[in-house]
């Protein structure tokens, strides 16, 4: 299967500054990604969907200002929470699909505590 | 709005059992759907794609059936394994907007040797 790697696993940052996440599809191209956030023990719920070379498409309620979203290329797509607080403490997973197809692949996951 | 419901939350069955979980959707127009496994505080593995036109794909030990109509989807494990112990998700595919996923809730499986 296709491998998407995100990074980093774990970060912790303090509360108002900013923190980047990447996710990268290491052996397909992904014209699509998707950033979903999870809150424990409930199920993931879509941020945004990320397509190369354009703006991203934010879900009703998400902040755009708050969470930017850059897919500058085909395999790398990047979402920064700015000026982090503790409410943005959650569990960050992205997913790629590789151009063409339809099953999607999930990265690892980025475990986010705001101090 | 699609809405994901599966059911039961928790599941506990001992080793060597077959075992169906379930989910429902309440949107018939759906893109495909997806069939997930998440480890504690890990990402997620895919498990099985159906797409709409399908009615089952199989993947070794596991099975899972679609019935747009209905709403339901099931997914079967045969001869359970304590490794198979996970959190398993069900995911519907938007058809309307680029293979968006609508997650539900999950069941919590624990396989008792």
């Known amino acids: 299967g296709a491998v998407v790697s995100q990074h980093p696993s774990r970060v912790i940052c303090k509360s108002g500054t900013s923190v980047k996440i990447e996710c990268r599809s290491l052996?397909?191209?992904?014209?699509?990604m998707f950033w979903y956030r999870q809150f424990p023990k409930k199920s993931l719920m879509l941020m945004a969907t990320?397509?190369?070379?354009?703006?991203?498409?934010?879900e009703q309620g998400v902040e755009k200002d708050k969470f930017l979203i850059n897919h500058a290329s085909l395999t790398l797509s990047t979402l920064t929470v700015t000026s982090a607080h503790p409410e943005d403490s959650s569990f960050y997973i992205c997913?790629?699909?590789?151009?063409?197809?339809?099953?999607?692949?999930f990265g690892q996951g980025t475990r986010l505590t705001v101090v | 709005k699609q809405e994901v419901t599966q059911i039961p939350a928790a599941l506990s069955v001992p080793e060597g059992e077959n075992l169906v979980l379930n989910c429902s959707f309440t949107?018939?127009?759906?893109?495909?759907l997806q069939w997930f496994r998440q480890d504690p505080g890990k990402g997620l593995t895919s498990l099985l794609l159906i797409q709409s036109s399908q009615r089952e794909q199989t993947s070794g030990r596991l099975n899972a059936s679609l019935d747009k109509s209905s709403g339901r989807s099931t997914l079967y494990i045969a001869a359970s394994q304590p490794g198979d112990s996970a959190t398993y998700l069900c995911a519907v595919g938007d058809i309307q907007g680029a293979q968006k996923l609508v997650f539900g809730q999950g069941t919590r499986l624990t396989i008792n040797p």
């Open positions: 997913s790629a699909i590789r151009t063409g197809a339809e099953e999607a692949f």
């Open positions: 990320s397509n190369e070379g354009s703006k991203a498409t934010y």
């Open positions: 052996d397909f191209q992904a014209t699509t």
């Open positions: 949107d018939s127009a759906i893109y495909n």
